[in-house]
């Protein structure tokens, strides 16, 4: 299947070809990255001085210290019986609105501001792509964890960059000094190159750091819902940085862990990127969206 979307800001007589399956995938379109975040620096810039720096380093040497291979297997059997709450979509968006990530050196805004910011920006440009609009809305739902109903689990086992454990840590790991303190670095079952898991092996078989983006993969999957596989990849691998960003580990990857990322990379230019202190009229998009919520999921979700 192969989709042209023209945009204002591309060349006139030129399109964006967006396809899946085997056909070609051209990621860039016409979405126009700002150059700084709204504290002026570059994006993802975890070394300039900003009144976040220090408490996101400090955020980062607690949750490389604490995700081991033994905490994430304990969170995964708790989290899965999903027996914290019965709501909908909506209702878990909404109880968003109370919590900033602490692992964010870009914004500090309510979370549900940057759900329908990168839902907008993502459907002006790919408005026939429904899926991937309610995708950029739900992806970051799992951060309810933080809410007390949820066990009001620290920042630090809900947010920030994931990667997998189990096998060694990748110097790509932003802050990856800390990971030395981390009891499997130097454990002999889980420090090598494939460790637990065998090269090829598919990402769904990798036990990924414990944090919103597992849990929300988890929540989506055992609800049936029915956005397609580039969706649940999206979900569960947008915060998975050393892979999407810097290339590392792509030798666990299978085939269709390939097609699902060419999806994956498209999306992460709108969950970066479109953080904006401007606001988003909830109630004027809030129709659309509940209408995508409809389609793809069931009235009321375990969570």
């Known amino acids: 299947m192969t989709i042209a979307i023209e945009h204002p800001e591309i ?3 030129k399109e964006k070809k967006i396809t899946t399956g085997s056909n070609e995938l051209v990621p860039d379109g016409g979405f126009a990255a700002p150059e ?3 504290f002026g620096q570059t994006f993802r810039n975890y070394e300039a001085e900003s009144e976040r720096k220090d408490s996101v380093e400090e955020f980062y040497r607690i949750n490389h210290i604490h995700q081991t291979y033994e905490f994430v297997k304990k969170m995964r059997e708790e989290y899965s019986k999903l027996n914290k709450a019965d709501m909908s979509i909506w209702e878990c968006c909404e109880l968003l609105d109370e919590f900033v990530d602490e692992s964010d050196p870009d914004l500090d805004e309510p979370q549900i501001q940057h759900l329908l910011q990168s839902a907008e920006a993502i459907r002006k440009d790919y408005p026939g792509e429904d899926w991937l609009h309610l995708t950029a809305l739900i992806h970051d739902l799992g951060k309810v964890l933080l ?3 949820f066990g009001q689990l620290p920042q630090w086992a809900v947010v920030g960059d994931t990667f997998p454990v189990g096998c060694a840590f990748d110097e790509s790991i932003v802050h990856y000094k800390y990971l030395k303190d981390n009891p499997d670095f130097n454990n002999p079952q889980y420090n090598t190159k494939f460790g637990v898991y065998s090269e090829g092996c598919g990402l769904d078989n990798l036990m990924m750091s414990w944090g919103h983006d597992d849990y929300m993969y988890m929540v989506a999957k ?6 397609p596989s580039a969706a649940m990849f999206i979900i569960r691998y947008h915060s998975f940085y050393p ?3 810097s290339g590392t580990y792509k030798y666990f990857m299978n085939k269709e862990d390939e097609e699902n990322l060419k999806w994956l990379q498209i999306f992460n230019k709108y969950d970066l990127y ?15 969206y509940l209408s995508l919520i409809e389609k793809y999921f069931p009235p009321k979700l375990r969570w």
């Open 243 to 245: 892979l999407h960003q």
């Open 274 to 288: 479109s953080k904006s202190k401007v606001r988003v009229d909830v109630e004027k998009v809030k129709p659309y």
């Open 147 to 149: 809410h007390p109903k």
């Open 222 to 227: 055992e609800n049936k819902t029915t956005l």
């Open 11 to 13: 060349e006139e007589g």
């Open 36 to 38: 700084t975040n709204a």
